[in-house]
Each structure stands twice: as structure tokens, then as C-alpha cells.
């Protein structure tokens, strides 16, 4: 059973180094806003990465960095707009041919009306492209259905109508909604909505968000006796629920070109401090609440996108943290199921803690070098 959990162990390290290059950073779901007129004409705007969409890789691809779609996609992000234009020009049919978008069961006629490809800047960071599409919503419909297909990944249908609130709604790759009214909206119930947002903020975390596992792993390894870890958690969560609040309402805003490489440097240090000491020191939870804090900015980028409605802002608020605590706390209990019944051991520190410790600094400090140098 030991040699079994160390075996697990190993691979568990060995999966997080094959598909660090792919998740380093996360492939963001797309962004709909579909914009219905009093003339039944509408407007599908959507933000995506094409460069994703063309090499077919997404959050849920096995593709590692050697492999053909990723190596597509790393040579994709480096073209400038026009040459990625021509690229998303071959592509586009079989992407519109694809789109899930029907009207009582009939397909929506749709036409890409043009397509703003941003200069290449920090290649290490998504670039976000919006391409718009028209069309017109026929006579006798009354519904709508929205599929996004699972290849393209994960999708935020926002639809905007005539003199309504914006409505918004997360679907999981491949994912079918439920016939949502062309007219007036219907009103979920809070707890739809309470669910949906939880589950979009538990996703983020599993199996979306490997830098926030790999510090979380970080927290649990120094010491998975009940205080130590709770003190840690604890004020991880603090952090990470105030900035998350500040981010989505405004209040402060930094650029994910220095939140990306500083979350990279918490994954480093808190990896590092595990190998050089075998206690909860003093500075420990300090330093947490820290770099919780830029966690929490990282967690509001999502929300921020998606555009919550101005009366689902509370509720999404809490709901989207309460569903990045669950998360983080299954990434804990995986990691007490895979290793923690080993931790009386006297060899746990030199053959667990200190191994997983520096496969953690080295993929934190190669995200660190790549998100500022490369």
C-alpha cells in the first residue's frame, strides 16, 4: 500500500509537469453576448482565444507541450493579426457550421461580420480576439437553445434585450441549456443561480486551475495536522474572498501581465519554505494572506468577464467563492486520501514533503520565468 501511494504520488508530480506548459495559462471560456433588437435582428458578439479554437485546444484537451495542437497553438499566438485573420478565415466555417445556436429547433442562420484580432503583445498571456456575428431571430420563434460544442470548450452566454436586465449564464463544454425566452427573460430562482455561479467558481479551481492546486498542494505539505493547515487555509480564504470582492466591484483592478508572474513567485515560495522548515512559523500565515490576496484578483478576472448583473452581484459574489472553497477543499482531501495516512511515517518529510515540494518550486518557478521573461 505504501509503495502504491509513492507510485501515485510520482505520477500525480509527473502529470502536473506534462501539462504545465498547456495550463499555465488557463484557456478562459468563451464570452457571448448575444444582442436581441425590437426588429428581430440580433448580434452575437463573442470574445475567445482563436488561437485556442483553431489548434483545438482547450481545458479539457489531453494535448501537452510536445504535442501537435499545443505546438499549433504556441505558434499561433505569435502571428500578428492579419496573417491569424487568414488563419480564422479557413477556420471560421466548420467553427459557425458547429455553433449550437437554434431557434425552435432551427439553426441560426449566421454570418461573421468581422473579426478584431488584438497586436501580439505578452505571448504568454491569452489573447482575446472578438468576432461578430449577425443574424436574425425568425418570426414564429419564441425560444432560444444555446450549445456550445465540447471541443470549443466552456461558454458564458450573456444575452442583452431591448430595455432588460442583462441575463448570464456558464455552460460546461459540449453543455445543452434548457429553452430560454426571446422576450422577456425568465426569472431564475436564486438558487439556480446560487448553483450555477458555484459550480462556475468550483471548476475554476477543479480541474481549470492548476497554478491555485499547485499552491493549495503547497499549504497542505508543510503539515497536514488539523491547526497548521486550518491557520493557512484560513487565511488564504480571507485574502482571497476580500480582493475577490474589490476586483469584481472595481475597486481595484491590476493587470493579469503582474498578477500572473506574482502568483507564479507565491507557488515558488510557499513550495521552497516547505523544504527548509518543518513548521508553521509566525510569518507563514502573513506571507498566505499575501499572496491570497493576488489569488483572489486571479479569481475575479472570470467574474469580471462574465458581466454579473448588477442584482446578481451579492449572490454571485458568494456563491463563486463558496464553490472555490469546495474546490480547494477536494484538492485537500485528495491529497490527505493519496498520501496522508503515510504522514506518521518517519520518512514522510524526506520521501513526501521535500519531492513534491520541489517538482511544485520548479513548475512554479518555470511559470515565473515564463510569464516575465520568455
Known amino acids: ?90 477556420f471560421s466555417p466548420e467553427w459557425v457550421s458547429n455553433f449550437g445556436l437554434t431557434f425552435e429547433g432551427a439553426p441560426a442562420a449566421l454570418k461573421i461580420f468581422s473579426a478584431q484580432i488584438p497586436k501580439v503583445g505578452d505571448i504568454d498571456l491569452a489573447r482575446e480576439s472578438t468576432v461578430i456575428l449577425k443574424g436574425v431571430v425568425p418570426s414564429s420563434a419564441k425560444n432560444l437553445i444555446w450549445a456550445y460544442p465540447e471541443k470549443f470548450g466552456g461558454s458564458v452566454l450573456r444575452i442583452e434585450r431591448p430595455g432588460q436586465e442583462l441575463q448570464a449564464e456558464f455552460f460546461k463544454p459540449g453543455e445543452v441549456s434548457e429553452p430560454i425566452k426571446i422576450g422577456i427573460a425568465e426569472p431564475k430562482s ?59 466591484y472595481g475597486v481595484v483592478k491590476i493587470s493579469p501581465s503582474i498578477v500572473e508572474p506574482l502568483i507564479a513567485l507565491s507557488i515558488v515560495y510557499v513550495a521552497i519554505e516547505n523544504i527548509f522548515t518543518r513548521k508553521l512559523h509566525v510569518w507563514r500565515p502573513v506571507i498566505v494572506f499575501l499572496f491570497g490576496l493576488l489569488h483572489g484578483l486571479g479569481f475575479a478576472g472570470i467574474l469580471t468577464e462574465i458581466g454579473l448583473p448588477r442584482g446578481d452581484f451579492v449572490l454571485g459574489l458568494i456563491a463563486f467563492n463558496v464553490g472555490v472553497e469546495l474546490g480547494q477543499l477536494t484538492v485537500i482531501a485528495l491529497a490527505f486520501l493519496v498520501v ?26 518555470w511559470w515565473l520565468v515564463e510569464r516575465t521573461v520568455l
Not at 509527473?14 to 506548459?21: D, E, H, I, S, V
Not at 452575437?44 to 483545438?56: D, G, H, P
Open 1 to 90: 500500500m505504501i509503495r502504491f501511494s509513492m507510485r501515485v504520488l510520482s505520477y500525480l508530480i509527473g502529470f502536473m509537469f506534462l501539462l504545465g506548459g498547456a495550463w499555465a495559462h488557463e484557456i478562459q471560456p468563451s464570452i457571448m453576448t448575444l444582442k436581441l433588437a425590437d426588429d428581430r435582428s440580433f448580434v452575437l458578439e463573442v470574445r475567445t482565444n482563436i488561437e485556442a479554437l483553431i489548434s483545438k485546444i482547450g481545458p479539457d484537451e489531453d494535448d501537452t507541450d510536445d504535442a501537435p495542437a499545443a505546438e499549433l497553438y504556441n505558434q499561433l499566438r505569435k502571428q500578428e493579426p492579419s496573417k491569424l485573420n487568414d488563419a480564422f478565415k479557413s
Open 340 to 365: 496522508g495516512w503515510l504522514v506518521t511515517k518517519p520518512w514522510y518529510r524526506d520521501r513526501i514533503t521535500i519531492p513534491a515540494s520541489i517538482g511544485i518550486a520548479v513548475m512554479g518557478a
Open 190 to 248: 436564486a438558487w439556480q443561480k446560487f448553483l450555477n455561479y458555484g459550480e462556475l467558481g468550483y471548476t475554476h479551481i477543479l480541474p481549470k486551475g492548476l497554478d491555485h492546486i499547485l499552491f493549495v498542494l503547497g499549504l497542505f505539505l508543510l503539515s497536514i495536522k488539523w491547526r497548521p493547515l486550518l491557520t493557512q487555509v484560513t487565511a488564504f480564504t480571507l485574502a482571497h474572498s476580500i480582493t475577490l470582492g474589490l476586483g469584481l
